[in-house]
């Protein structure tokens, strides 16, 4: 964040005529906010191979029919669950400097969204009871990020106001309380420890 001082250290002669120049304060700001995370998602899902192509896509298909129906049975609905990645991959031996086919391997995850974050659990459990292999991450948040994003930002920026605030208090002069330009950085998210996550914005 930058402000314009109205007194003059230097000065240009031109002709008869001087020109100043005006002296510039630049200041950062931060605003972090800590908050109970109320939200889990869950990136899980099948591993399947074949020789055929068809049959590996069906096992995989039948083993996340099986996962969707259990966590369905557990209070988790169809909204919660998306499919977030599909991959089919060829499959090779190398023998004798050789490149032999040997199958293909599918690969489907999903995305679960899970609201009662005490349940987070269970559903990693029912999920691998019921065909899961591949469990890749759980990631803790707030649902109302957008929220917070906003008020970690006022924190930011009021934190910044003051630092430049003090340093012209401290060098006696007056300081134009209109920022010249604001520059907004973002720090990221802390991930939760033992279940908590912060916010942060950065003014400069």
Do not use: W
């Not at 002709?15 to 605003?31: A, C, F, M, Q, T």
């Not at 899902?45 to 369905?72: F, M, R, Y």
């Not at 957008?146 to 003051?162: G, R, W």
């Amino acid at each position: 964040m930058y402000y314009y001082q109205p007194f003059v250290r230097n000065s240009v002669q031109t002709g008869s005529h001087s020109r100043s120049k005006p002296n510039i304060l630049r200041v950062s700001g931060e605003g972090k906010l800590a908050v109970q995370p109320d939200q889990a998602n869950i990136k899980l899902g099948v591993l399947t191979e074949d020789q055929e192509l068809q049959k590996a896509q069906e096992q995989n298909a039948g083993a996340i029919s099986s996962i969707k129906k259990a966590l369905n049975d557990i209070g988790i609905t169809e909204k919660q669950i998306q499919t977030s990645d599909f991959n089919i991959f060829p499959q090779y031996d190398f023998v004798d400097g050789k490149q032999i086919f040997r199958g293909y391997r599918v690969e489907h995850i999903l995305g679960i969204t899970v609201d009662e974050i005490e349940n987070t659990g269970l559903v990693v459990d029912t999920a691998v009871d019921n065909g899961a292999n591949i469990v890749r991450g759980i990631h803790f948040e707030a649902e109302n990020q957008s929220e917070l994003y906003q008020q970690a930002l006022i924190q930011a920026v009021m934190d910044a106001c003051k630092k430049a605030e003090t340093i012209a208090s401290a060098l006696r002069v007056h300081l134009i309380s209109t920022p010249v330009s604001i520059a907004e950085r973002t720090l990221g998210i802390e991930q939760p420890v033992s279940y908590q996550s912060s916010d942060r914005k950065s003014v400069v």
